[in-house]
């Protein structure tokens, strides 16, 4: 399943987190796929799941504003999805 996951990132984003397919996922959605990717390659040393993880998290920390302000979702292709943080 975790490489399947991997198979769906794209330049950091995955496709296939949100709870609807097509409608861009909640950013604790993304969170958890990048939770799990990393904490399952310190159980299981894979690096392409820690590779994954990190990609994601970089792409996620490039769309942190410098007040702290990070949207409620964010499109499979890295754009703001969401008014609210």
């Known amino acids: ?21 097509g409608v861009p996922p909640f950013t604790h959605t993304i969170a958890y796929a990048i939770r799990g990717l990393w904490e399952s390659s310190r159980i299981v040393p894979d690096p392409a799941w820690e590779r994954a993880a990190v990609r994601g998290a970089d792409a996620v920390l490039s769309r942190l504003r410098r007040d702290g302000w990070l949207p409620g979702r964010i499109d ?8 609210y943080c």
């Not at 499979?76 to 008014?83: E, I």
């Open 1 to 21: 399943n975790l490489d399947w996951a991997v198979s769906q990132q794209t330049d950091g984003w995955f496709d296939n987190v949100a709870f609807e397919r």
């Open 76 to 83: 499979v292709d890295g754009r703001l999805a969401a008014t």
